[in-house]
């Protein structure tokens, strides 16, 4: 009989199978490249629980060595998905920042906009190699020193992922405030990085608390459960509330051909009142 984690397991994957479906025909449709992060989180959610499920099925001997090498891809898999989110926050903040900025006459940018979101990815590759040392030298089959040179640096790896995703809510909950008119994307980052903040939390108590670590329904709870719900507030059309409207597009060429054309009217009347004064 398969155990709770397998049957949890599977329906995990079952979820980000239809997650990648959504994402995947998005992406074919408009090829912008959050859609294709999205897609790849999936794929990779979908082969960290896939190997999940086949390791609780107990069809390998624990230990062995295809037994150590899935777990650490399992593990690794599952421990730098949220990387991916925070990179597509940032990319939703790149996106609209800049436009808000010129429409509300503030050319000015702020300290999140140049640190975090322009080099987001200068932070995060630190963590992406403390958590593969980390998974890498805490396997069962190594010595107690190494494993728990391993568990130090996971907990390094988490809070600094904690800190970047709690410094990702401030500034949604900062910029909506900021920019009442256009709030509503700001809300959609605050929701997503409290709720991947809270799984974070989790995994740091977990961690730093071993004997709650084993529990299933918290595993699941705090884990994908938190995970999916963001997903799912992410299914809507992103498109609209990041990138503008087509009509949006429409209204700013036909303003801006009107003011060039208005110009060019302008000059005209300039030169023929000119050649005027010249008679």
């Known amino acids: 009989m398969a155990s709770a984690d397998e049957i949890l397991a599977i329906i995990t994957t079952a ?7 959504q994402f995947g025909i998005r992406f074919a449709r408009t090829r ?6 999205f897609s ?40 730098i998905g949220v990387i991916f989110i925070l990179v ?15 429409h509300y006459g ?12 322009e080099r987001t990815r200068l932070f995060l590759m630190p963590i992406i190699i403390l958590v593969l040392v980390g ?27 904690l800190a970047i ?9 900062d910029y909506g405030r900021r920019y009442k008119n ?7 980052c605050m929701l997503v990085s409290a709720l991947f903040s809270a799984s974070l939390i989790y995994k740091i108590i977990a961690t730093f608390v071993l004997s709650i670590a084993p529990v299933v329904w918290a595993i699941y709870v705090f884990g994908p459960l938190l995970e999916i719900l963001a997903i799912l507030v992410l299914c809507i059309d992103l498109q609209t509330p990041f990138m503008g409207r087509k009509e949006d597009e429409i209204v700013i060429e036909k303003d801006s051909e009107q003011s060039s054309q208005e110009s060019t009217e302008e000059s005209v009347d300039k030169s023929d009142t000119h050649q005027l004064s010249s008679l």
């Open 15 to 21: 979820i980000y199978v239809l997650f990648l479906g």
């Open 32 to 37: 912008w490249w959050i859609y294709g992060a």
């Open 40 to 79: 790849f989180f999936s794929c990779i959610r979908i082969t960290g629980y896939s190997i999940r499920a086949y390791l609780e099925s107990n069809s390998i001997k624990v230990g062995s060595s295809r037994w150590t090498s899935l777990f650490l891809g399992d593990t690794i898999l599952l421990s």
């Open 88 to 102: 597509v926050l940032a990319g939703f903040y790149q996106s609209l920042i800049p436009k808000l900025r010129y």
């Open 106 to 117: 503030n050319q000015g940018k702020g300290i999140f906009e140049i640190w975090m979101v």
């Open 135 to 161: 998974v890498g030298i805490s396997t069962p089959d190594n010595s107690p020193s190494h494993i728990n040179a391993g568990l130090i640096l996971r907990k390094i790896s988490i809070l600094a992922l």
């Open 165 to 173: 995703s709690l410094l990702f809510l401030h500034a949604a909950w």
């Open 182 to 188: 256009h709030a509503f994307p700001f809300k959609l």
